[in-house]
């Protein structure tokens, strides 16, 4: 036998049977170590970004597996009073889709939540926003597309918002500012949530690829049906749909079917190369 000599009986290992088996090991520990790095590599991570007035945005990063190239954008934007944390769920289907996904406290929600100066730190709370920090909140949205494009291994060019509620405004306002995103979705939008109103954008937005969801019963859908109309028509890229007996309305409506499923194909439609 190969690799084997007898002696007295019993069989005796040979040098090149050592050197096989310790290569056969070595490389099973470094299959182990590369299947570390690739899930450590498909982790989300947080990321902090330095708003124009030196607020501290902090979002997370969900990367989108098996792809070695610029991936595909979702940048999820929570509604007010809420966080990034509404997204999570979400965001880590996209990135098993294929979609790098970003979702972004809102200054003043979340961890963004404070600014930094020379002297010290200041506190940048919700209940405590003023009109002119809510208007930032559309160059906030401009900054991390911005970013995702020049970081995380992002391609600026097909990049879709989703927002909810106060998010879904922004989403809209932010779109017709960039004026080249592939699209936006727009949960439970209004025409006016704290100082954010949209009837002004409704003549660029209805030019866009925009999806208006709400809920048949959550408090304001006559302003989604409103809205959804508006966008819609004749010669527009606008599309819409109402969750029957849904009552909460915003994010909420991702996880509901048919909500779940319809968004996602709407997105994965519009940022196909």
């Not at 124009?52 to 989108?64: F, M, Q």
């Not at 404070?114 to 940048?124: G, K, N, P």
């Not at 079917?257 to 319809?262: E, S």
Request: proline content about 5%; overall charge neutral; charged content about 25%.
């Amino acid at each position: 036998m190969v690799g084997m000599t007898r002696l007295r009986g019993r069989a005796e290992i040979t040098g090149p049977v050592i050197f096989a088996r310790i290569l056969r090991i070595v490389c099973g520990v470094f299959a182990l170590l590369a299947l570390g790095v690739a899930a450590e590599a498909e982790r989300p991570w947080t990321v902090q970004i330095a708003a124009s007035d030196k607020v501290v945005l902090v979002g997370t990063i969900y990367p989108a597996a098996g792809t070695l190239e610029k991936a595909p954008v979702v940048l999820f934007v929570h509604g007010w009073g809420r966080d990034r944390g509404d997204w999570d769920a979400h965001a880590r289907g996209f990135g098993r889709a294929g979609v790098l996904a970003m979702a972004l406290d809102l200054r003043g929600h979340g961890e963004s939540v404070r600014r930094r100066t020379r002297l010290a730190d200041e506190s940048v709370l919700f209940s405590r926003l003023t009109e002119f920090d809510e208007a930032l909140m559309v160059d906030d949205l401009l900054l991390a597309i911005d970013y995702l494009g020049r970081h995380a291994g992002a391609d600026p060019a097909r990049v879709v918002l989703v927002g909810a509620d106060l998010g879904a405004n922004l989403a809209l306002k932010a779109a017709c500012r960039h004026g080249s995103l592939k699209g936006a979705v727009l949960l439970s939008p209004r025409w006016q949530i704290r100082s954010v109103g949209i009837r002004e954008d409704l003549a660029r937005g209805a030019r866009l690829p925009l999806l208006v969801v709400g809920g048949e019963k959550e408090p304001a859908f006559d302003d989604v049906r409103q809205i959804a109309q508006a966008l819609g028509g004749p010669g527009t890229s606008s599309e819409s749909f109402f969750v029957p007996e849904e009552s909460a309305g915003g994010a909420r409506l991702l996880g509901i079917p048919p909500g779940n499923d319809r968004v996602l194909a709407w997105i994965l439609e519009r940022l196909a190369p």
